[in-house]
């Protein structure tokens, strides 16, 4: 790093007990530091981009001679996620068009990434160079498809068998009222063709029936968005849990029961698998309580929420930023401000997906790219 900066998103505050608190008031991102001699504050508030490291060390030694090792302070916090280098130019591999398209992108992923990198622009480019396939075009899967357009996804392949309904246009954001009659699979391609013409976008009127169709459906691509509820959820799923693992891809899937919303994220090699998870629950449960997996009950909003964090979590998945929670579930409540889910098993010993990883607890600490 050449001319260190402090990120204008992590600017540091100076409590009057000595206290530095750097990365705002992100939970999950800020980060408090004794500082009883203000070595810490000199340092950071001499981060602004117009000093080399030795610059910024010798004027920290200047400021404080009794510092006893200013090479080491610098050196520590320049390896933070906090710091960036003003130095760097944006990579050779987007365009000026991308680099003016995905900025507030590269604000965000710069802000929450947990990793020091060259020049902030990495996640979009991993974004470009990635292929996903989004199975299932409907409440879920046309939000879900949409944003990962809009976020600069290079190759989607939009994968459903129905036709556009009258009752779809209630909640499915990719088509309109002269696309009754129509597959949504051509539908989706052509709208997400409009959102963004620097990616390639494909499609196909398909009907999944079975785990072999699922692994020719995934193969070659990078990431499974998971949006289809048929033959039924359960069984989609487990399909989509052994052909992703075969494939060695992770995968995220979600949906809506009425006002409650969930999404689970899986990845090989990294937590437990959807069926780990299922037979978890199955076994919390009280036994004889029906499982519910949805219903037609869905407005705007729901569908909306389920496809973002479809979208959300497949950015996590290709990227490592933000790290995924892997082998999880989880969701909200849009009646019960209150009511969070978070759905978190071990592997099982056995499992034929995940079974060799049944004495990995905690899947939180799995770092990707």
């Known amino acids: 790093m050449q001319l260190p900066r402090v990120k204008f998103e992590h600017r540091p505050h100076r ?8 990365g705002g ?4 991102i800020a980060a408090e530091i004794a500082d009883p001699y203000g070595w810490v504050w000199t340092t950071l508030t001499l981060m602004d981009g117009t ?24 050196e520590q916090l320049v390896a933070t996620r906090y710091v960036e280098d003003a130095a760097a130019v944006p990579p050779a ?9 995905y900025s507030r992108n590269q604000a965000f992923f710069r802000t929450v990434d947990a990793v020091p990198r060259a020049h ?13 396939v989004v199975l299932g075009l409907g409440g879920t899967g046309s939000h879900a ?12 392949h939009c994968v459903d068998p129905d036709l556009v309904e009258l009752s779809n246009l209630s909640r499915q954001v990719l088509y309109g009222e ?12 052509e709208r997400l063709r409009t959102v963004n013409s620097d990616i390639s976008v494909t499609g196909e009127r398909r009907h999944i029936g ?14 499974l968005a998971l949006c289809a509820d048929r033959p039924t959820g359960h069984e989609i799923r487990v399909w989509a849990n052994r052909a992703c693992a075969a494939a060695g891809i992770p995968w995220a899937g979600g949906g809506y029961n009425g006002p409650l919303v969930t999404v689970g994220c899986f990845a090989p090699e990294a937590g437990a698998c959807y069926e780990c998870l299922s037979s978890g629950e199955e076994e919390r449960r009280r036994p004889g309580t029906p499982v519910d997996l949805g219903g037609s009950g869905v407005i705007a909003t729901s569908a909306g929420v389920s496809g973002q964090l479809v979208a959300h979590a497949l950015l996590g998945l290709l990227t490592g930023v933000p790290v995924p929670p892997v082998g999880t579930i989880q969701g909200v409540n849009l009646i019960a401000a209150d009511h969070h889910v978070w759905v978190r098993h071990p592997p099982r010993p056995g499992c034929p997906v995940c079974g060799t990883r049944a004495r990995a607890r905690d899947t939180n600490t799995v770092h990707f790219g």
């Open 15 to 22: 409590y009057e007990d000595g206290t530095v608190r750097i």
């Open 25 to 28: 008031e992100i939970y999950g």
């Open 51 to 74: 000093r080399s490291r030795d610059e910024i060390a010798e004027r920290l030694r200047l400021a404080h001679p009794e510092v006893p090792d200013a090479v080491a302070i610098v």
């Open 93 to 101: 591999g987007l365009s000026e068009r991308e680099l003016d398209r």
């Open 120 to 132: 902030g622009w990495e996640t979009q480019l991993r974004l470009k160079s990635a292929r996903v």
């Open 145 to 156: 498809a949409w944003a990962l357009a809009a976020s600069g996804v290079g190759t989607i």
């Open 178 to 189: 002269d696309d009754v009659g129509r597959p949504k699979a051509e539908v989706a391609v």
């Open 210 to 223: 079975g785990r072999r169709e699922l692994d020719d459906l995934v193969a070659g691509c990078d990431a």
